[in-house]
């Protein structure tokens, strides 16, 4: 059974940082694509950034790049999102994703995307 499970999550004061942590079980972690989304609060849910199957790059949302940075451990089975800079617009409920196909030009598309962890409050205050 496929299993994500998002961790690292909490409460930080602006400009300061936060790790998720997701863990992966019960697929071939190293041929998957995985993925970072949130959601705020009556918004849509929106992608966060991405990174492909082991050896592959990176792909950041506009409003993130150069605070965030997602990466992955093989030997753990577990996808790192780093984010620093950390901005109240930033709060939202973040989820990680995984997928088996080979993600380019669609790489920010919930729907390329099979398998969702529970998801994980981050707030940022001000």
């Known amino acids: 059974q496929v299993q994500l499970v998002e961790s690292g999550g909490g409460l930080v004061q602006a400009g300061g940082s936060l790790r998720l942590s997701c863990a992966a079980s019960?697929?071939?972690?190293?041929?998957?694509?995985m993925g970072w989304f949130r959601q705020a609060p009556g918004k849509e849910r929106m992608f966060v950034g991405a990174i492909r199957r082991s050896g592959g790059g990176t792909y950041y949302a506009d409003f993130v790049k150069g605070r965030f940075t997602i990466s992955r451990d093989s030997a753990e089975n577990t996808v790192y999102l780093q984010m620093t800079s950390l901005k109240p617009e930033d709060t939202a409920v973040y989820y990680c994703?995984?997928?088996?196909?080979?993600?380019?030009?669609?790489?920010?598309?919930?729907?390329?995307?099979?398998?969702w962890g529970q998801g994980i409050q981050v707030t940022v205050s001000s």
């Open positions: 019960g697929l071939p972690f190293s041929k998957f694509s």
């Open positions: 994703a995984g997928t088996f196909r080979l993600i380019g030009s669609d790489y920010y598309l919930a729907g390329v995307y099979d398998y």
